[in-house]
């Protein structure tokens, strides 16, 4: 893959703030889902950044270098109606922006794009499988330290996430039912729907 031609994505996902103490569910009872696999740990290591003036985060756009992971890379996200958009780069030399990632943040900012935050996470995920074991979603239990570069604000948290796969149905009713059915197991579990719909909000305190 190029930098020219980025890989596109919609993510639809859920996330849920969780104690330290609280134990996974048994996510094989969600509609769909057959098995679960095995646990992967993953070691991410994220930086983002914006214009001194915060031009992304106004428009709902998150620009970050993300390390570690099977999509480790440079990502911009764009938060939408129907879920976030990420278009995803080759991490490449070095540190800087790539330039086709600028162009393509142009309409939005035009930077110089500084340090806005580091995100550490010790990602454990699990891939739900259907009958035939495509992957329905993936779980994630992160273990998040964050450092708001700017403030020098570090916070560190516990959450779970629940993102949509490739072999879930595209019917939106289908969709809701599936996540009502994770609220539940949730809830039950211990854990709540998260007060913050990203790790960038919650360590800017937003």
Known sequence: MSRAEPAHSVEIERSYDVDDSVALPDWAVLPGVSRVDEAEVRELDARYLDTDDLALGRARTALRRRTGG??????????????????HWPLGDGDDVPAEL???LADTATGPFTPLARIRNRRIAYALRDADGAVVAEMVDDHVTATAERTGRVTSWREWEVELGPAAPD??????????????????????VAASDSKLARTLGL
């Open 171 to 192: 019917d939106p009713q289908w969709q809701a039912a599936f996540f009502e059915a994770v609220d539940g197991l949730v809830a039950a579990a211990g854990g709540r």
């Open 102 to 104: 600028a162009a393509l």
């Open 70 to 87: 099977p999509d480790e890379g440079w990502h911009v996200k764009v938060s939408g109606v129907e879920g976030r958009h990420e278009w």
